[in-house]
């Protein structure tokens, strides 16, 4: 019986191309019964003058015709052969039960959908009542004496180093490349509350320390304490990763946000943000963001409100605007070796890894001028462009890791080893490097990403599925 009608439409399709072109449509309509419909050009006219002429007229017949011919041949009309309409009837029905019980199907994930997407809309409206109690909540009271350092803020688990007062920490924001402006004066502060402008002028009035000694909080580092866990990845993809709080956080983002990327994929995408540390325990985003670029590896980095970020199997670096979830620049890293040509000794595509520090941001990394030797660069947050180079003198990939603290760079000797040393730091400011002999814990033998966080002073790292901290102790800064 298809067959028949097979041939028919054929037969149809065949004549209409010696006219141009017909067409025969099968559907169900409204009530759920097969209907035909059958469309042909006007074999002399290019357009319609006026519907429902002479040529209409003839079209209608034809198409009766053909709906008689039709129905004949499906069996539904008494004058067909017999034997042919009583074999089709059970095969059309079937295709009839088939179309309809996809129809059904369908009609439920629809309405599956839709009750998912009512819920999420209740929970949308229930986080926006939420974020509007707490907009009205009054702020804590500000103690007049510390100033209102925003990446010190509500961070609890903030220890100035070497015991000074979290105020020297804030009051000497080092500023040693001689840049005019202060980091308290940075871009980003226009974007922050009126609150924090004011108390801002405030605490430019604190009259600066004599000098005499060292307030940076700066310093060397002495130790390294023992990791703690505070999460552990559940799948594969989170075998290596990189997750970050930004040092001078931007709003809508407060300074307790932390941020996760699970970086195993060749599609790296997921930029994972909780609340704070404890929600990053339980793990429980509030926020995820699908990034527009894909990321290499684990040398992301986030710093006054942007993810900055290595684009996949590029040199190019991007800058990622949290707020706007845009992308705010982008620049190719000058001759920096990308995708497994200076990687560190663990390899996964290390070649480019970003950092924060209390100078700014930086780019780790090696050149071919430089011989796979490390490469440090300081970047201008916000173009992105190179400020200024140090070539050291030990190869990237002899060394599993790095961070920096205060312009000088550490080098991790092992990625597996569970008691392994941090064997070599390099000063910009001095331009020399030295080795030195620092315990270091790879607690689940295999670390890959460290980097310092200096709003909480502490290593952060990704080690073997588990999102560590280690606590750090920093000297004096060295007479110079
Ligand atoms: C640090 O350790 C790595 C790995 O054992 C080694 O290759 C490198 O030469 C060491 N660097 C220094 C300065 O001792």
Redesign the pocket.
Known sequence: MFFLLLLCVCGLLVRGDAQDRAALWRGNDRSGRCQYTFTVPSPVEASCPQTGGPEMEGLKARLSMLEVLVSRLTGGDAGGPQGAGARAQPELQEALTRAVGERNLLQGEKERLERELEGLQRRMEEMRRETEKLKNKPCPPQTPVVPPNPSLQGSGLMRPAGGSSPMSHLMNRPNRQGDSSSSLRDSAWQYRSPDFQELKAEVTEVPAPDGSEDNTGCGELVSVGAPITHRKADNIEGKYGVWMQDPESVSPYGPNMVWRIDTIGSDVRNLFGYEDMNQLSKGFPSKVLLLPEPVESTGATVYRGSLYFQRRRSRTLIRYDLASESIAARRDLPHAGFHGQYPY?WGGYTDIDLAVDEQGLWAVYSTNKAKGAIVMSQLDPHSLEVKKSWETN?RKN??ANTFIICGKLY?V??YTAPDTII??TYDTETSQGK?VAIPFRNKYRYNSMIDYNLAQRKLFAWDNFHMVSYDIRLGRQQAN
């Open positions: 000794s030990i002899t060394v080098a000797a092992s064997n070599y080795a």
